[in-house]
Each structure stands twice: as C-alpha cells, then as structure tokens.
C-alpha cells in the first residue's frame, strides 16, 4: 500500500539518480564502501567481543573450581611450623582447602609462619587418617608427591613431573594432592591407594625437598596452566587490526622514494614482525596512529 509521500519521493530520487554527474557518483560509491567497511569491523568487533567473553567466563569458571575442587593434605606432619609455611605457599597460588591428618597441636608458630595465609591454617579440616579424609570428601582423584621416584620394578612410583601433572589435570573433580611426613614422605601403601605420583627432579646426592619448597614448584605448575596475569589491555590484536596495520604500512612504504624490490622486501618483512609478534589490540592500534601520522608528514613535504 503506497502512503502518501511515497511518490513524491521516489520520483526526487529518480531525478538525483539521472542527473548526478560522474563525481557525484564516485562520492556515492566510495560512501557505500566506507559504510560497508565500517559495518564489516563493527560485525568483526562485535564477534570477537563476544568470544572473548565467553573465553573469560569459561576461565573465571575454571579458576574457580581450581580453588573450590584442590585439597593439599599433610600427612602425620611433625612440626606446627611446617604447616604454616605449607599455607602460606598455598596461599600464594590461589589454594585455600588444608587437610591435616593426625596433626601435632598447632601452636602459635603455625599461625605466625603462615603470615598473609593464616586464614588457611585457621580453617584447616583435620582428620585421624587417610581413609576418613577420602570418605568424607568422596575424592575423585588422589596425587602422592614423592622424592623417591621408581621405575619399571616399583610402578606405584613411576612419576610425572610437576609441568606435566599441570598441564593433564581436571579441576572439574575433586583432587587430594598428599604429602608426607618430613622424615619418612609417604609409606607405600599411602603411594599405592593413589591414582599417580608426582616427583620433582633433584640432583641425586640430596633428592629430598624441603615440604614447602616442593610445594610451590607443584603448586606453580597447576596454577600456571589455570590462571593469567590480571593486567588489563593485554588481549592480542585481531587479524581484521593486524591486516589494517600492515595496509597502512604497505601505504606509507609505498610513498617513499626507494627502489621497488626494497618496497617489497620492507613490506614482507613488517608483514612478517606482525605476523610472529603477539601484538595486543591497543599496541596495533597505536602504531596505526603513528603511521598514518608519518604518511601524512611525508605527503607535506
């Protein structure tokens, strides 16, 4: 149904479409492009955004079952002092669940070694052995640390390292990593009920580590593969940035007065800087500006 109006304008378009001159054409085109340009980045943009949300909630997610799901449990520990230097590595990667099995009495020097993780130590779950611990929590899957690594005859101390138990753990279940006594480590038969060992690699004449020391490599190793550095800024430029950085230096090359084969080579060899380089979206979107501003200095002059 035509409403009123509708003639009157088609037929002004009609005229504007007939008597446009060839300029005003080429100004018609070029603003289709750039309208188009700018709807192509917006929809790129707004894909790209989206999918960083969603790789964000999935890793705020998994950090917090990285939290929720690890238990650190020291088994039959000697000293309260230990304890409290275990807390405080524990609180250093992001770890809060401490199960204590047959403890000494904590005294004042648990809590003063723990420093900023006093937390940790103050709401630790204590159990009289292993087995009590195992059904109350219903561990999924049990890790025994080890300085004594076996081989082919001992198969319950076939060992992964620390990067490796990092990179293959799922924080979705419910994990126990144990270590032992500060004299004896963890008997065989606590080895044997654990699902894999994890040992650090130690020169040979003193392979036995220090509880807290062993600890943070271990507790590194997970946390790295869970976490990143919480510093704003530092998302890794688009392909549709990086293409249009590499336009503009293809642009500025171009307008130098040089030989062809070393526009060439300059144009590859940025190409291949950007293409090997992790640039993040705000460094692409600086060095654009200072190359638009350089091509415009040269055309000046």
Do not use: W
Request: include cysteine; proline fraction near 4%.
């Amino acid at each position: 149904m035509i409403k009123i109006g509708d003639a009157a304008v088609s037929e002004e378009k009609v005229v504007e479409t007939t008597m446009a001159s060839p300029e005003k054409k080429d100004e018609s085109k070029t603003e289709k492009k750039s309208t188009s340009a700018k709807k192509a980045k917006s929809k790129t943009q707004s894909r790209g955004s989206g999918r960083v949300k969603l790789i964000r909630e999935k890793e705020q997610e998994e950090i917090s079952l990285f939290k929720e799901n690890i238990h650190i449990v020291f088994v039959e520990c000697e000293t309260p002092g230990n304890v409290g230097f275990l807390a405080r590595t524990m609180a250093n990667f992001g770890l809060k669940n401490l199960v204590l099995i047959n403890p000494p009495k904590l005294t004042n020097e648990a809590y003063y070694q723990a420093t900023h993780g006093k937390y940790i130590v103050e709401n630790a779950k204590i159990y009289p052995t292993l087995d009590e611990f195992y059904q109350s929590q219903r561990i999924d899957f049990k890790v025994a640390s080890t300085g004594m690594a076996g081989g082919s005859y001992n198969l319950s101390r076939i060992p992964l390292k620390p990067e490796e138990l990092g990179k293959s753990m799922n924080v979705s279940n419910k994990i126990a990593i144990l270590f032992g006594r500060e004299g004896n480590g963890l008997t065989n038969k606590e080895i044997d009920d654990c699902d894999i060992c994890v040992s650090i690699p130690t020169d040979p004449t003193y392979p036995i580590m220090n509880i807290s020391h062993a600890a943070a490599i271990i507790f590194y190793e997970l946390f790295k593969n869970k976490h990143e550095f919480g510093v704003e800024g530092l998302s890794e430029s688009s392909d549709f940035e990086k293409e249009y950085l590499q336009k503009d230096m293809n642009a500025l090359i171009d307008s130098l007065d040089i030989p062809e084969h070393k526009k060439k080579n300059g144009k590859k060899t940025f190409n291949n800087i950007i293409s090997r380089a992790f640039i993040t979206g705000r460094e692409a979107h600086t060095m654009k500006g200072i190359l638009r501003r350089l091509k415009n200095k040269i055309g000046e002059q």
